[in-house]
Protein backbone atom coordinates (compact mmCIF):
# COMPACT_ATOMS: atom_id res chain seq x y z
CA UNK A 1 0.00 0.00 0.00
CA UNK A 2 1.09 3.84 -0.44
CA UNK A 3 1.65 5.73 2.83
CA UNK A 4 3.59 9.19 3.57
CA UNK A 5 4.50 10.29 6.72
CA UNK A 6 5.81 13.40 7.99
CA UNK A 7 6.30 12.69 11.48
CA UNK A 8 6.76 15.89 12.76
CA UNK A 9 3.64 18.01 13.06
CA UNK A 10 5.11 21.38 13.97
CA UNK A 11 8.87 22.65 14.24
CA UNK A 12 9.72 26.17 15.06
CA UNK A 13 13.14 27.91 14.19
CA UNK A 14 14.67 31.14 14.60
CA UNK A 15 15.54 33.10 11.64
CA UNK A 16 18.86 31.92 10.01
CA UNK A 17 18.51 28.70 11.00
CA UNK A 18 18.54 25.52 8.85
CA UNK A 19 15.99 23.39 9.21
CA UNK A 20 15.06 19.55 8.22
CA UNK A 21 11.54 18.73 7.12
CA UNK A 22 11.56 14.69 6.98
CA UNK A 23 9.30 12.19 4.36
CA UNK A 24 9.17 8.89 4.73
CA UNK A 25 7.17 6.80 2.06
CA UNK A 26 6.06 3.40 1.64
CA UNK A 27 5.13 2.08 -2.20
CA UNK A 28 5.49 -1.91 -3.66
CA UNK A 29 6.11 -0.28 -6.88
CA UNK A 30 9.91 0.43 -8.35
CA UNK A 31 8.22 3.26 -10.79
CA UNK A 32 7.31 6.28 -8.43
CA UNK A 33 7.30 9.98 -8.06
CA UNK A 34 7.89 12.02 -4.93
CA UNK A 35 6.31 15.73 -4.55
CA UNK A 36 7.25 18.47 -2.18
CA UNK A 37 4.55 21.62 -1.83
CA UNK A 38 4.06 24.54 0.37
CA UNK A 39 1.09 26.14 1.70
CA UNK A 40 1.59 29.49 3.01
CA UNK A 41 -1.06 31.03 5.45
CA UNK A 42 -2.75 32.27 2.65
CA UNK A 43 -4.02 28.45 1.71
CA UNK A 44 -2.75 28.33 -1.91
CA UNK A 45 -0.93 25.01 -2.81
CA UNK A 46 2.65 25.78 -4.42
CA UNK A 47 4.96 23.00 -6.36
CA UNK A 48 8.24 22.90 -4.94
CA UNK A 49 9.87 20.11 -6.41
CA UNK A 50 9.41 16.46 -8.41
CA UNK A 51 11.73 13.42 -7.99
CA UNK A 52 11.28 10.12 -9.98
CA UNK A 53 12.64 6.91 -8.89
CA UNK A 54 15.45 6.45 -10.79
CA UNK A 55 16.74 9.45 -9.91
CA UNK A 56 18.60 9.58 -6.68
CA UNK A 57 20.58 12.53 -7.05
CA UNK A 58 20.12 15.38 -4.77
CA UNK A 59 18.64 18.41 -5.93
CA UNK A 60 19.45 22.42 -4.73
CA UNK A 61 17.69 25.44 -5.42
CA UNK A 62 18.87 28.55 -3.53
CA UNK A 63 17.95 28.17 0.02
CA UNK A 64 16.45 24.95 -0.56
CA UNK A 65 18.05 21.44 -0.91
CA UNK A 66 16.27 17.40 -1.13
CA UNK A 67 17.93 14.52 0.02
CA UNK A 68 16.29 11.41 -1.80
CA UNK A 69 17.18 8.43 -0.36
CA UNK A 70 15.60 5.61 -1.44
CA UNK A 71 17.38 2.96 0.86
CA UNK A 72 15.87 4.47 3.79
CA UNK A 73 12.32 5.35 1.68
CA UNK A 74 13.21 8.66 2.86
CA UNK A 75 12.71 12.54 0.33
CA UNK A 76 14.09 15.28 2.90
CA UNK A 77 13.72 18.88 2.42
CA UNK A 78 16.26 20.79 4.07
CA UNK A 79 16.17 24.78 4.37
CA UNK A 80 19.16 26.79 4.76
CA UNK A 81 19.23 29.88 6.28
CA UNK A 82 15.09 29.77 7.09
CA UNK A 83 13.41 33.12 6.49
CA UNK A 84 10.35 34.50 8.13
CA UNK A 85 8.61 33.95 4.80
CA UNK A 86 9.39 30.08 4.98
CA UNK A 87 6.46 29.93 7.60
CA UNK A 88 4.16 27.89 5.75
CA UNK A 89 2.81 24.09 6.01
CA UNK A 90 4.74 21.90 3.81
CA UNK A 91 3.20 18.30 2.33
CA UNK A 92 5.39 15.51 0.50
CA UNK A 93 3.37 13.42 -1.51
CA UNK A 94 3.84 10.18 -3.44
CA UNK A 95 2.60 8.63 -6.84
CA UNK A 96 2.91 5.57 -8.38
CA UNK A 97 3.13 5.73 -12.07
CA UNK A 98 -0.59 4.32 -13.65
CA UNK A 99 -2.31 5.39 -10.69
CA UNK A 100 -3.37 8.79 -11.48
CA UNK A 101 -3.31 9.91 -7.65
CA UNK A 102 -1.56 11.61 -5.11
CA UNK A 103 -1.03 10.46 -1.95
CA UNK A 104 -0.06 12.93 0.32
CA UNK A 105 1.16 13.41 3.78
CA UNK A 106 -0.06 15.16 6.74
CA UNK A 107 2.14 18.39 6.72
CA UNK A 108 4.35 19.82 8.61
CA UNK A 109 3.85 23.19 9.87
CA UNK A 110 6.94 25.33 9.82
CA UNK A 111 6.88 28.44 11.79
CA UNK A 112 10.35 30.57 11.55
CA UNK A 113 10.35 33.06 13.89
CA UNK A 114 12.62 36.73 13.63
CA UNK B 1 -2.64 32.62 -18.16
CA UNK B 2 -4.99 32.29 -15.13
CA UNK B 3 -3.87 28.86 -14.20
CA UNK B 4 -6.62 26.72 -12.05
CA UNK B 5 -9.46 29.11 -10.53
CA UNK B 6 -11.86 27.79 -7.84
CA UNK B 7 -15.12 29.72 -7.09
CA UNK B 8 -16.57 30.55 -5.14
CA UNK B 9 -13.53 30.94 -2.34
CA UNK B 10 -15.88 30.58 0.75
CA UNK B 11 -19.32 29.00 0.80
CA UNK B 12 -21.79 28.00 4.15
CA UNK B 13 -24.81 25.88 3.58
CA UNK B 14 -26.70 24.31 5.85
CA UNK B 15 -27.30 20.40 5.74
CA UNK B 16 -29.30 19.18 3.01
CA UNK B 17 -28.62 22.07 0.49
CA UNK B 18 -26.94 20.90 -2.64
CA UNK B 19 -24.36 23.38 -4.71
CA UNK B 20 -21.53 23.09 -7.20
CA UNK B 21 -18.18 24.31 -6.57
CA UNK B 22 -16.52 25.52 -10.00
CA UNK B 23 -13.09 24.75 -11.09
CA UNK B 24 -11.62 25.78 -14.25
CA UNK B 25 -8.00 25.55 -16.21
CA UNK B 26 -6.62 28.09 -18.67
CA UNK B 27 -3.86 25.49 -19.81
CA UNK B 28 -5.25 22.86 -22.00
CA UNK B 29 -4.31 20.58 -18.96
CA UNK B 30 -5.83 16.73 -19.97
CA UNK B 31 -5.80 15.66 -16.16
CA UNK B 32 -7.99 17.33 -13.57
CA UNK B 33 -8.82 16.65 -9.95
CA UNK B 34 -10.65 17.33 -7.00
CA UNK B 35 -8.98 17.12 -3.22
CA UNK B 36 -10.16 18.33 0.27
CA UNK B 37 -8.19 19.35 2.80
CA UNK B 38 -9.12 18.15 6.76
CA UNK B 39 -7.01 19.45 9.49
CA UNK B 40 -4.42 16.64 10.23
CA UNK B 41 -5.27 14.42 7.37
CA UNK B 42 -3.09 16.17 4.36
CA UNK B 43 -5.32 15.93 0.54
CA UNK B 44 -7.38 13.22 -0.19
CA UNK B 45 -8.61 12.35 -3.73
CA UNK B 46 -12.08 12.76 -4.09
CA UNK B 47 -12.46 12.23 -8.09
CA UNK B 48 -10.62 12.68 -10.98
CA UNK B 49 -10.34 12.79 -14.59
CA UNK B 50 -8.05 12.49 -17.59
CA UNK B 51 -10.03 13.99 -20.09
CA UNK B 52 -13.54 15.42 -21.74
CA UNK B 53 -16.25 12.63 -20.73
CA UNK B 54 -13.96 10.35 -18.83
CA UNK B 55 -14.05 10.49 -14.41
CA UNK B 56 -13.18 8.13 -12.00
CA UNK B 57 -13.42 7.90 -8.37
CA UNK B 58 -10.97 8.16 -6.00
CA UNK B 59 -9.97 8.04 -1.94
CA UNK B 60 -13.12 9.80 -0.82
CA UNK B 61 -16.17 10.17 -3.43
CA UNK B 62 -19.48 9.66 -1.36
CA UNK B 63 -21.71 12.49 -1.63
CA UNK B 64 -20.11 14.01 -4.46
CA UNK B 65 -20.80 13.82 -8.12
CA UNK B 66 -18.51 15.54 -10.78
CA UNK B 67 -18.36 15.65 -14.97
CA UNK B 68 -16.12 16.67 -17.06
CA UNK B 69 -18.08 17.84 -20.95
CA UNK B 70 -14.75 20.16 -21.40
CA UNK B 71 -11.34 20.36 -21.28
CA UNK B 72 -11.12 23.56 -19.05
CA UNK B 73 -13.94 22.69 -16.49
CA UNK B 74 -14.23 20.31 -13.81
CA UNK B 75 -17.04 21.25 -11.22
CA UNK B 76 -18.27 18.81 -8.06
CA UNK B 77 -21.64 18.87 -7.05
CA UNK B 78 -22.29 18.06 -3.79
CA UNK B 79 -25.92 16.45 -3.96
CA UNK B 80 -26.86 17.29 -0.17
CA UNK B 81 -24.34 18.44 2.04
CA UNK B 82 -23.53 16.99 5.32
CA UNK B 83 -21.61 18.85 8.44
CA UNK B 84 -19.10 15.62 7.56
CA UNK B 85 -18.04 18.16 3.87
CA UNK B 86 -16.77 20.68 5.81
CA UNK B 87 -13.39 20.99 4.81
CA UNK B 88 -11.21 23.12 1.94
CA UNK B 89 -11.85 21.92 -1.67
CA UNK B 90 -8.87 22.22 -3.66
CA UNK B 91 -8.83 21.61 -7.66
CA UNK B 92 -5.62 20.57 -9.39
CA UNK B 93 -5.09 19.89 -13.12
CA UNK B 94 -1.85 18.73 -14.84
CA UNK B 95 -0.82 18.54 -18.66
CA UNK B 96 -0.73 14.65 -19.00
CA UNK B 97 -2.94 11.99 -18.89
CA UNK B 98 -0.70 9.48 -20.16
CA UNK B 99 2.29 10.30 -18.04
CA UNK B 100 0.07 10.47 -14.43
CA UNK B 101 2.50 11.69 -12.33
CA UNK B 102 3.03 14.93 -13.92
CA UNK B 103 3.07 17.56 -11.39
CA UNK B 104 -0.02 19.01 -10.57
CA UNK B 105 -0.91 22.75 -10.38
CA UNK B 106 -3.95 23.90 -7.81
CA UNK B 107 -5.90 26.27 -7.17
CA UNK B 108 -6.78 28.51 -4.62
CA UNK B 109 -9.56 26.53 -3.09
CA UNK B 110 -12.87 26.95 -1.76
CA UNK B 111 -13.45 27.09 1.95
CA UNK B 112 -17.09 25.31 2.56
CA UNK B 113 -18.89 24.93 6.17
CA UNK B 114 -22.04 22.83 6.26
CA UNK B 115 -23.56 23.94 9.00
Known amino acids: AQKVTQAQTEISVVEKEDVTLDCVYETRDTTYYLFWYKQPPSGELVFLIR??????QNEISGRYSWNFQKSTSSFNFTITASQVVDSAVYFCALSEAGTYKYIFGTGTRLKVLA | NAGVTQTPKFQVLKTGQSMTLQCAQDMNHEYMSWYRQDPGMGLRLIHY???????DQGEVPNGYNVSRSTTEDFPLRLLSAAPSQTSVYFCASSYSNTVSTDTQYFGPGTRLTVL
Open chain 1, 51 to 56: RNSFDE
Open chain 2, 49 to 55: SVGAGIT
